[in-house]
């Protein structure tokens, strides 16, 4: 697809680089949430604000089915360091995963589809705060995002460093992983370091923990299922009281996960494998798993639409792509409604600056696909909305297998699907 060529390219930078220059962390996002509504309304969408804080919904009304399109717009507590004249404004703070650009690419849509709107087609631009761990998406889930904006199927889009700025991945079944938190406490009994048959030391304890907990993914996991568990916190007494044994040692972590089996086995290992060697060493353990973050795991059906968008709009488009590690909270709108999370080439990693990193920056030669991908999918959608049914009952396969492109699903048939659990690794 082409741009319009009125298409102001260079004002949709400027746009994209003065929100590089003012970030906002999740649920704080007043003035991104505040320039997106003046767009959306100035461009003629019906739109809301105050979902979940911040977030902020535009409404395209054609008719027949309706489609998400989600951009998150929160960044990330952190310095940058990347030297560009539209650095971070703002000490601490800095757009270290794109989501300037994820926002900029939905909001250049807006202006594109409302000059030449798609019939038979409604569309929802959803834009989302605080992804970056901070539980964006479900909030806006729990504050009724799907039941006043009710979608067929909803769609996500993130850049990805190391792929070309035309180049795209679009692939079925799982994309990131379950992101969850665990912590444990071993609690026993402080006592001078030269005595220490007086009290119950956890530290042996937490080695022992440590040196076993990739046991968990190793013998208990199947090993052609993908799955990590890190610790990545040990907090032990003082290092100013180097002659004290201390009552308790905290540690943390994180497991990931494509699947909620898998999922289920990590929550079940650690606490087993804490729980044992505790009570080996006359200790309590005080264990939580918090879940986070679901899989986000691509639907057949829309993931046909995705693909389509994308071939018309670039000419590489990958279909097979290994699944990353990260996790993205896209998840809770994919469980609302089938849903497709693809990949848009960021160009080489300018000093090796890949995401959450100091130096990093969205590449904004990377817009026009961008732009031009959302477009197209909204007039894919359009195209399949339009097509009339067979009426044939076995000409319509159920929501979740691989469906023609004829074929829409609703989100209340597709939540009795279970996902897949295929994928390929790295």
């Given amino acids: 697809m082409m741009m319009p060529p009125d298409f102001d390219l260079a004002a949709l930078t400027a746009l994209r680089r003065d929100l590089h220059a003012h970030p906002e962390l999740g649920f704080e996002e007043h003035r991104?949430?505040?320039?997106?509504?003046?767009?959306?309304?100035?461009?003629?969408?019906?739109?809301?604000?105050?979902?979940?804080?911040?977030?902020?919904?535009?409404?395209?009304?054609?008719?027949?089915?309706?489609?998400?399109?989600?951009?998150?717009?929160?960044?990330?507590?952190?310095?940058?360091?990347?030297?560009?004249?539209?650095?971070?404004?703002?000490?601490?703070?800095?757009?270290?995963?794109?989501?300037?650009?994820?926002?900029?690419?939905?909001?250049?849509?807006?202006?594109?589809?409302?000059?030449?709107?798609?019939?038979?087609?409604?569309?929802?631009?959803?834009?989302q705060p605080a992804e970056e761990g901070r539980g964006g998406a479900k909030a806006m889930v729990e504050a009724g995002l799907f039941a006043r904006y009710p979608c067929d199927m909803v769609f996500g889009l993130h850049n990805m460093p190391g792929l070309a700025v035309d180049e795209m991945a679009v692939v079925a079944g799982p994309q990131l992983a379950s992101s969850d938190s665990w912590?444990?406490?071993?609690?026993?009994?402080?006592?001078?370091?030269?005595?220490?048959?007086?009290?119950?030391?956890?530290?042996?304890?937490?080695?022992?923990?440590?040196?076993?907990?990739?046991?968990?993914?190793?013998?208990?996991?199947?090993?052609l299922q993908p799955a990590v568990v890190s610790a990545c916190s040990v907090q032990a007494g003082d290092p100013r009281a180097l002659n004290v044994i201390p009552d308790v040692v905290e540690i943390g972590g994180t497991a990931r996960a494509y699947t909620e089996e898998v999922r289920g086995q990590l929550e079940a290992g650690i606490g087993r494998l804490a729980r044992g060697i505790a009570e080996a060493h006359g200790l309590e353990a005080e264990y939580t798993f918090i879940r986070r973050i679901p899989p986000v795991v691509n639907d057949p059906g829309a993931t046909e639409v995705a693909l389509a968008a994308a071939q018309r709009?670039?000419?590489?488009?990958?279909?097979?792509?290994?699944?990353?590690?990260?996790?993205?909270?896209?998840?809770?709108?994919?469980?609302?409604?089938?849903?497709?999370?693809?990949?848009?080439?960021?160009?080489p990693a300018r000093d090796g600056a890949l995401h959450?990193?100091?130096?990093?920056?969205?590449?904004?030669?990377?817009?026009?696909?961008?732009?031009?991908?959302?477009?197209?999918?909204?007039?894919?959608?359009?195209?399949?909305?339009?097509?009339?049914?067979?009426?044939?009952?076995?000409?319509?396969?159920?929501?979740?297998?691989?469906?023609?492109?004829?074929?829409?699903?609703?989100?209340?048939?597709?939540?009795?699907?279970?996902?897949?659990?295929?994928?390929?690794?790295?």
């Fill in 356 to 426: 959450h990193n100091t130096g990093y920056d969205f590449n904004d030669a990377a817009l026009p696909t961008g732009v031009a991908f959302w477009v197209e999918l909204v007039r894919e959608a359009a195209r399949l909305s339009a097509q009339p049914s067979t009426g044939e009952a076995s000409s319509l396969p159920a929501c979740g297998s691989a469906m023609p492109r004829s074929v829409w699903c609703g989100p209340l048939l597709q939540a009795s699907v279970a996902p897949t659990s295929a994928l390929k690794t790295r």
């Fill in 32 to 127: 991104t949430a505040a320039l997106v509504a003046e767009r959306l309304r100035a461009l003629g969408y019906e739109t809301e604000t105050g979902i979940a804080g911040t977030g902020v919904v535009g409404t395209l009304r054609g008719g027949g089915k309706a489609v998400g399109l989600r951009a998150d717009m929160d960044a990330l507590a952190m310095p940058e360091t990347s030297g560009r004249d539209w650095a971070s404004t703002v000490p601490g703070k800095m757009h270290a995963c794109g989501h300037d650009g994820h926002t900029s690419m939905l909001l250049g849509a807006a202006e594109v589809l409302a000059k030449a709107p798609p019939e038979g087609v409604t569309v929802h631009l959803i834009f």
């Fill in 313 to 347: 709009v670039s000419g590489n488009v990958r279909t097979v792509f290994p699944p990353s590690t990260a996790g993205d909270d896209f998840a809770f709108f994919g469980q609302a409604a089938p849903g497709a999370y693809v990949w848009l080439g960021n160009g």
């Fill in 183 to 223: 912590t444990l406490r071993l609690v026993g009994e402080g006592t001078h370091g030269a005595k220490p048959h007086l009290g119950r030391d956890p530290l042996p304890a937490a080695g022992q923990f440590l040196a076993s907990l990739q046991t968990v993914t190793g013998r208990i996991v199947d090993p």
